[in-house]
């Protein structure tokens, strides 16, 4: 399967932004999906992952209350609506997809990966 991530762009803090990841060659919906970050210089974080029937219960401390993970397997696609943005919340965030059920918090346990949107936040 090969994922792509957008929605992406430069918002200030305060606004909100949704992030789309799409996948193609294979259905979504046989993937337990996960949301990371990776800001300058820093290593990459999870941030949430949904489950194959689109639940998203594990978030990061940083991002709960504000983020909120979702799917629609119809539309083969996995949703990441981010609220209240800050300008911590800079980053390129990637999705990525596991064969296996979760939870799922490190990059080593998804198989594989899309190629990232930047968010950037300005205060």
């Known amino acids: 399967v090969q994922l792509q991530a957008s929605g992406g762009g430069s918002v200030q803090a305060g606004d909100s932004l949704r992030l789309s990841c799409r996948a193609s060659?294979?259905?979504?919906?046989?993937?337990?999906v996960g949301w990371f970050r990776q800001a300058p210089g820093k290593e990459r974080e999870f941030v949430t992952d949904?489950?194959?029937?689109?639940?998203?219960?594990n978030y990061a401390d940083s991002v709960k209350g504000r983020f909120i993970g979702s799917r629609d397997n119809a539309k083969n696609r996995v949703y990441l609506q981010m609220n209240s943005l800050k300008p911590e919340d800079t980053a390129v965030y990637y999705c990525?997809?596991?064969?296996?059920?979760?939870?799922?918090?490190?990059?080593?346990?998804?198989?594989?990966w899309g190629q990232g949107t930047l968010v950037t936040v300005s205060s």
């Open positions: 990525a997809a596991s064969f296996r059920a979760g939870p799922r918090y490190w990059p080593q346990d998804y198989n594989y």
């Open positions: 060659g294979g259905a979504v919906r046989s993937y337990h």
């Open positions: 949904v489950n194959r029937s689109g639940v998203a219960t």
